[in-house]
């Protein structure tokens, strides 16, 4: 069946530092690509998404690569600030029948001052 | 446009007392989601409905739950009898149809403690 797989946090950093989130996905179709972004207190946002292989998404200084040859969705940021503080979900959704978005597990994120 | 709204925000009730959460999605939507959320089990869908109708309970965790959408605006989820082991964030979701394209608009939850 289809998952998602990204790295466990907690990850720190320090504020100004560059970021990479891993994920990796297990499909068998060509699914949609998606991060969502948890803030304390707060539901989830859909931060970005791809839906075919090659394309980027990209949101407030976030990126992110659909690559079909690695299955993979790495969440990027050039410049962390202490706001983005927060849970990011590395989520996938098939085309099928079986539409409903698999979420990752969450990657906590630390950024210091 | 609102969001999804979920009330309450908070729920604090005895063990075997009936609870009730309510969604609100956004209008025009089409699929709605109930999730639950917890430190050591992470996210789980317990539902979904496609206009107004369950697809999918699977994730549902034992007869004490029941959700309904008695129409395309409102959605319940009822946990009767309340057990502390349902002491979680319960979250709803509605998204604009079925497709893999479409993201999800989630809520911002209600807080639920059964003591």
């Known amino acids: 069946g289809n998952s998602v797989t990204q790295m466990e946090g907690p990850v720190t950093l320090s504020e100004e530092a560059f970021l990479t989130i891993n994920c990796t996905y297990t499909?068998?179709?060509?699914?949609?690509l998606f991060w969502y972004v948890q803030y304390p207190g707060e539901g989830l946002q859909l931060l970005l998404k791809?839906?075919?292989?090659?394309d980027k998404g990209s949101n407030k200084g976030f990126e992110a690569t659909y690559r079909k040859e690695t299955t993979s969705f790495h969440l990027e940021k050039g410049s962390v600030q202490v706001s983005d503080s927060a849970v990011y979900f590395c989520?996938?959704?098939?085309?099928?029948?079986?539409?409903?978005?698999?979420f990752g597990k969450g990657t906590r994120l630390h950024i210091l001052p | 446009d609102a969001g999804v709204i979920q009330s309450p925000r908070h729920e604090v009730t005895e063990m075997g007392q009936e609870v009730t959460l309510r969604c609100k999605p956004i209008?025009?939507?089409?699929?709605l989601f109930w999730y639950r959320q917890t430190m050591m089990r992470g996210l789980e869908l317990l539902i979904y409905?496609?206009?107004?109708?369950?697809?999918?309970d699977s994730g549902m965790p034992e007869d004490r739950f029941s959700a309904k959408m008695p129409n395309a605006s409102f959605s319940t989820l009822k946990i009767q009898p309340s057990e502390p082991r349902d002491s979680a964030v319960y979250f709803c979701?509605?998204?604009?149809?079925?497709?893999?394209?479409?993201?999800?608009?989630f809520g911002s939850g209600t807080r639920l403690t059964v003591v």
């Open positions: 979701a509605s998204r604009p149809r079925r497709g893999g394209n479409y993201g999800y608009t």
């Open positions: 989520a996938l959704s098939d085309r099928g029948r079986d539409d409903k978005i698999i």
């Open positions: 499909a068998t179709g060509y699914p949609s």
């Open positions: 209008s025009g939507h089409n699929s």
């Open positions: 409905f496609n206009n107004n109708v369950p697809i999918d």
């Open positions: 791809a839906t075919k292989a090659d």
